[in-house]
């Protein structure tokens, strides 16, 4: 049984658990705004998913500290290829059918398999 030393501890990790969600549905967001013109907020949405980004790279540190294991080792270093690949859709212009065509093919793929695997890390420590 893994125990967390701190409320902060729990919460943190809790809030990082469900922004990985939120992520995910601002990217799904991007691709039904390509579809949907009632779907007027993919400017806004997108550049708050490259803050978000920012934040869960900056955050990894301190999950680190309070996640010892190798498994969350491994995911979140391989969060280093996420994190580029998001650098390469960024350069993608949006909207465009070059930046959904990278969003669907290869981004959200990468993005929800790296998902799943830091949020398999994260069930001892977040779910009870």
């Not at 934040?55 to 294991?69: G, V």
């Not at 695997?117 to 779910?127: E, G, S, Y």
């Amino acid at each position: 049984m893994i125990v967390l030393t701190s409320t902060g501890d729990y919460m943190l990790l809790s809030t990082y658990y469900q922004l990985l969600f939120t992520i995910e549905e601002g990217l799904c967001y991007l691709v039904e705004a390509d579809q949907d013109f009632a779907k007027t907020e993919g400017e806004r949405i997108f550049h708050d998913l490259i803050y978000a980004f920012f934040q869960i790279d900056s955050s990894h540190a301190l999950l680190l500290s309070i996640m010892k294991t190798s498994c969350a080792e491994s995911s979140i270093r391989s969060f280093d290829r996420v994190f580029r690949d998001f650098d390469s859709l960024i350069d993608c212009s949006f909207p465009s059918g070059e930046f959904q065509n990278y969003l669907q093919n290869r981004f959200l793929p990468l993005y929800r398999s790296w998902m799943d695997a830091i949020h398999q890390c994260m069930k001892p420590f977040v779910i009870h």
